[in-house]
């Protein structure tokens, strides 16, 4: 595996990457993934919307022989209309495929299958009922976001989970609009709402709740509530300080991150040998001197 050159620093842990990926929301991914695979449900990931491929480097974990795992996202190509368009200008800029390749490929060795576009291609690419888990994280405009959930319907096998992002932030009025007409007039089922996502099926969500609780229940590092809205059980969770995402291995480049941050923060006196082979292996001799010197001094 070779990267494109010009990563000027990979990221060595998952929280290196840029994105927005709650740990409470890595947690409740690492649930519902987990517990369709002890089951034995079986079927293919899809996430629309990938930013820099936080979420999606974590859903790459679960995928299993003969699933397939597939993201789409605009990434620097052209919207499909002008608010779209704009929306992107104004949020994702920096957004590259190149940037989500080289980020995903730090923590495993193959590619999903990438679609390049807009979200509305992907009923067209991805088989109905194909489907266990489909995360929706791209436009926040009200139109794309009701296609979006008819696509993740259409997509998902019986009983699989969808997760919507922003359903409930100040400056995603359109996502909430779609989220809670999906939920009072389409037949979607909500499971739980985290501070951000809300997890659903079009399945009976009794059974998967009930297990969810008694998880939750069974933690004290989760606040829960549990409310009756328009004939459905709404379970609130919410994260208190000090929850722990679930432990993700490091990626390839983890050593180089090594090399130099525990020089910077460690107590006086550790850490000066991985400074010195830092400098004599980037620094011209005379300022090499100067560094191990000062570091002999220290």
Not at 229 to 239: C, E, Q, T
Request: hydrophobic share 40%.
């Amino acid at each position: 595996m070779t990267l494109v050159p010009g990563t000027i620093r990979p990221p060595g842990r998952l929280d290196d990457v840029p994105g927005w990926f709650p740990v409470l929301d890595q947690v409740l991914f690492e649930w519902f993934l987990a517990r369709q695979e002890a089951t034995g449900t079986r079927g293919d990931l899809l996430e629309v919307g990938v930013y820099m491929g936080k979420s999606a480097i974590f859903l790459g974990r679960h995928g299993r022989d003969g699933e397939n795992f597939t993201v789409c996202d605009l990434f620097e190509g052209d919207a499909s209309d002008d608010a779209n368009q704009a929306e992107a200008t104004k949020s994702y800029s920096a957004l590259t495929q190149r940037v989500f390749e080289e980020n995903y490929l730090a923590f495993h060795d193959t590619l999903p299958r990438v679609l390049k576009g807009p979200s509305s291609i992907v009923p067209a690419e991805v088989a109905p009922a194909s489907c266990r888990f489909v995360h929706i994280d791209a436009s926040h405009l009200y139109e794309h976001v009701r296609d979006d959930i008819g696509a993740a319907r259409e997509a998902l096998l019986p009983g699989g989970i969808v997760v919507l992002d922003d359903f409930r932030s100040e400056h995603t009025p359109g996502v909430s609009v779609a989220v809670w007409e999906a939920v009072l007039t389409r037949g979607l089922r909500p499971i739980c709402l985290s501070t951000q996502k809300l997890y659903g099926t079009w399945e009976d969500p009794g059974p998967v709740q009930d297990e969810l609780l008694a998880m939750v229940r069974g933690r004290e590092d989760c606040n829960l509530s549990i409310q009756q809205a328009a004939g459905h059980r709404i379970v609130r969770l919410k994260s208190k300080k000090g929850m722990q995402a679930p432990p993700f291995p490091p990626s390839r480049f983890a050593h180089r991150a090594e090399e130099v941050a525990p020089a910077k923060a460690s107590p006086r006196g550790r850490g000066t040998t991985r400074a010195r082979r830092f400098a004599a292996d980037l620094l011209p001799p005379i300022l090499t001197r100067a560094i191990r010197n000062g570091l002999s001094r220290s």
